[in-house]
């Protein structure tokens, strides 16, 4: 038998002839080629370590100008830092309200987002989108007491009047008064509003709340209605339980109070903050029962409102009867046509709703497009609706990556088979 010898020579040829006929093993996109933020990760280390703060997740990246990724990075920093601020905002505000003003609030952000911030790490960092972006993970701690003050004082944008706060008394507890020489009238007439007050109430309400037009009408049947009215004009109620009245023979009282705010503009509402107000008098020999106990109730309400009134308002801003906030996301689209991203944004324009606004793009960045949008429902829900859009329009689209922290959907275009 023969034994054919392949030299070094025919061999060579051989695999040259092999490559040409099935080509060169496909190579795998490097990794840094397209990464999106859904890439970016990391762990936090900040603390919520005082009431007063929020730690916030956030990813958010800046276009890399000249090759400057220091000046890149401080600028996907700054976005965070406005988005997590926004993100705090959003938390205290009601939705009807931050989705009115919401340009009023970006633009005072903007220009003030480092009065609440108190610090920022970055826990991720890597150029994103071909090389073109620089993204970030990020933590970031938002003074929320600070964002509070500001949406009061210089945005004006919560309101802390009497139409949203009143304060009534809910339970007698069968208290037994008897001993002490007065009735539970003395107290309740003490605690409840007048009709001086309640007047002026009524007449304080929004003009929008239409509902409470033929009640301002006919305030004077509704005065005797009390707390039914107040149930549909307020969103928080503070409920005043009296615990014990006690006192003894020297004419010394002491009062103990229950208090609780309830978020009743819904029937989700309930108790959202509680405290026990205890205030007391030293009688004399010529103490007059009805006195001491209107005293004693003028002592326990300006004790509420310089501790529990405050820390209700506080909270009561978060209390939302309903709706939804129209957050802000960007639309990020790769290898699209100028005409189908045209084509897109003027059904997008056209398409806008209550829950979804149209806010602009920016095609400055070559193969990229980013519109950005405000949508009241999920990052997922928004998907879909692009995906929808895309599919009746017959462009091919890769699914985008939709993940917590997001913000942002990307969509990658799948060349048309030829």
Known sequence: ???????????????????????????????????????????????????????????????????????????????????????????????????????????????????????????????????????????????????????????????????????????????????????????????????????????????????????????????????????????????????????NVQGDIALSLNVTAKNISTGRGGAFANSVVNVARRGGTNTIASAMITGLVKDSYAEMESEFIPQVIKEMSTISVGGKRLTSYELVFRDFGSKEIRSLRRKLDQGQTDDFRYIGYDNSVPTIVTIRVRYSDSLERLADKIMILLDDSGINSKEPIVAPELTDLVFVRIPDES
């Not at 006929?21 to 936090?44: H, I, M, N, S, Y």
């Not at 276009?63 to 401080?74: E, S, Y």
């Not at 007439?189 to 007050?197: F, N, T």
């Open 1 to 247: 038998m023969r034994v054919i010898k392949i030299t070094p020579i025919i061999f060579l040829g051989l695999t040259f002839f092999l490559n040409a006929c099935f080509g060169p093993e496909p190579q795998k996109p490097k990794p840094e080629e397209f990464l999106t933020l859904a890439d970016l990760t990391g762990r936090v280390t900040l603390q919520e370590d005082s009431p007063d703060v929020r730690v916030l997740r956030v990813k958010n990246k800046a276009f890399i100008k000249r090759n400057d990724i220091r000046a890149a990075k401080a600028k996907a920093i700054e976005n965070a830092n406005i988005q997590a601020v926004d993100m705090m905002i959003q938390e205290l505000l009601p939705p009807e309200t931050y989705n009115n003003k919401f340009e009023i609030i970006e633009k005072y952000i903007s220009s003030n987002v480092q009065k609440y911030v108190v610090d920022t790490e970055v826990n991720d960092e890597k150029k994103i989108f071909g090389g073109t972006y620089y993204g970030i993970d990020s933590a970031v701690k938002v003074n929320r007491q600070q964002v509070l003050v500001a949406l009061q004082k210089d945005l004006k944008l919560i309101n802390t009047s009497s139409n949203t706060l009143v304060t009534v008394i809910t339970s007698k507890k069968d208290l037994d008064l008897s001993a002490s020489g007065f009735t539970f009238s003395d107290i309740e007439d003490a605690m409840k509003i007048s009709k001086e007050q309640f007047m002026a109430i009524v007449s304080g309400s929004p003009a929008d709340r239409a509902l409470l037009d033929k009640q301002i009408q006919n305030s004077e049947e509704f005065y005797s209605t009390g707390l039914s009215l107040l149930q549909q004009m307020a969103k928080v109620v503070v409920e005043v339980n009296i615990f014990s009245v006690s006192g």
